[in-house]
């Protein structure tokens, strides 16, 4: 299974973003699917998870309210909507899933598929 984010950039605090995580090698219908970032100098945190089966999704208290996730089992693809960003949002952002997980259980600890990230920078 390969896992590619992308849809990073650069954005003035306050406005949004919409990240992608496309998946390869297998449909999305058999993995949970979680989002991470690392900033610099920082622990991995995770930011949120989407479940194939029937919990989820999850969110870090830190971004409830400001991020939305979603998937879409035709294009095997998930997608993390980022809106009111805020300076310490800036960080590498990535996907990872762990291999037949098909729930958010544990999912802080997804690390078994991890594709490369994307930066989102916001800044003025």
């Known amino acids: 299974v390969q896992l590619q984010a992308s849809g990073g950039g650069l954005v003035q605090p306050g406005g949004s973003l919409r990240l992608s995580c496309a998946v390869s090698?297998?449909?999305?219908?058999?993995?949970?699917i979680g989002w991470f970032r690392q900033a610099p100098g920082k622990e991995r945190e995770g930011v949120s998870c989407t479940s194939a089966a029937f919990d989820g999704p999850e969110y870090a208290d830190s971004v409830k309210g400001r991020f939305t996730i979603s998937r879409d089992n035709a294009k095997n693809a998930v997608h993390l909507q980022m809106n009111s960003l805020k300076p310490e949002d800036t960080a590498v952002y990535y996907c990872?899933?762990?291999?037949?997980?098909?729930?958010?259980?544990?999912?802080?600890?997804?690390?078994?598929?991890r594709g490369q990230g994307t930066l989102v920078t916001v800044s003025s």
């Open positions: 090698g297998s449909t999305l219908d058999y993995y949970g």
């Open positions: 990872a899933a762990d291999y037949g997980h098909p729930n958010c259980s544990g999912w802080h600890e997804f690390d078994d598929f």
